[in-house]
């Protein structure tokens, strides 16, 4: 708690002014009348030192600086951690995908998951809202859904964020440690805005052989139709 004014109790601190300017040892009493004078408050900086350090300054303002500083420094702390998944993703490579995620909001991280289409996939795209639902069920002692499974293109996303820490209980951590590639899982800048644009992956040769393999009847059907 910051002391401020009368109710600091040394009875000697140093002073310092507000532009760093140092004004040395005097008594707490000497050091208020010379902020009062000011029009100023004087404020304890630090107070495990011998004497304590004291600064006069505008407390209303330092409050508000404070908080501001406190704001940018969790939001430069926080990242979103990605993790990607596919329709036929095994249960033994889900299971250490989700012992990764709750690895990661165990560390207060929030978590994307991503599953991205491919080829014949994308004419069952339902199956997955059925995956990342059996995510939210599965990861339920460790998260909160911050937004929900939403369709974009060729991908379905969501964003988990972790329940308070007194409230978590791991599920999948046995399979933290396993290796997984590197590609299913990313880092980025943490951001409240909504995943409106999940880029498309790039199809592979297989990918569109899968592709023109599934529109070639619907063509054929169309050329007899015209004969």
Do not use: W
């Not at 409050?63 to 993703?89: D, H, I, P």
């Not at 033994?92 to 990764?100: A, E, S």
């Not at 165990?106 to 978590?111: F, L, R, T, V």
């Not at 569109?208 to 007899?224: G, K, N």
């Amino acid at each position: 708690m910051t002391r401020v004014n009368d109710r600091i109790r040394a009875p000697k601190v140093r002073v310092v002014l507000a532009n760093g300017d140092q004004l040395g040892v005097m008594s707490s009493r000497d050091a208020l009348t010379k902020a009062q004078s000011l029009g100023l408050d004087l404020v304890e900086i630090a107070g495990q030192a011998d004497p304590p350090v004291c600064k006069i300054i505008d407390y209303g303002k330092y409050k508000y600086e404070q908080a501001k500083l406190k704001k940018q420094k969790s939001k430069a702390s926080t990242r979103m951690k990605e993790v990607k998944f596919r329709v036929g993703t095994g249960q033994h490579d889900y299971n250490i995908k989700l012992g990764r995620a709750e690895g990661f909001l165990d560390s207060n991280h929030k978590c994307r998951f991503v599953l991205q289409f491919r080829g014949r996939e994308n004419a069952h795209k339902d199956l997955g809202f059925v995956v990342l639902n059996r995510i939210i069920e599965d990861l339920k002692t460790m998260a909160q859904v911050d937004q929900p499974p939403k369709l974009n293109g060729r991908a379905v996303a969501m964003i988990l964020s972790p329940l308070p820490q007194h409230q978590r209980k791991r599920k999948f951590h046995l399979f933290h440690g396993e290796l997984m590639e590197e590609d299913d899982f990313e880092e980025e800048e943490a951001q409240e805005e909504d995943f409106d644009e999940i880029p498309d992956e790039p199809a592979d040769e297989a990918e569109a052989a899968d592709e023109a393999a599934a529109e070639a009847p619907a063509a054929q059907e169309t050329e007899e139709a015209k004969n």
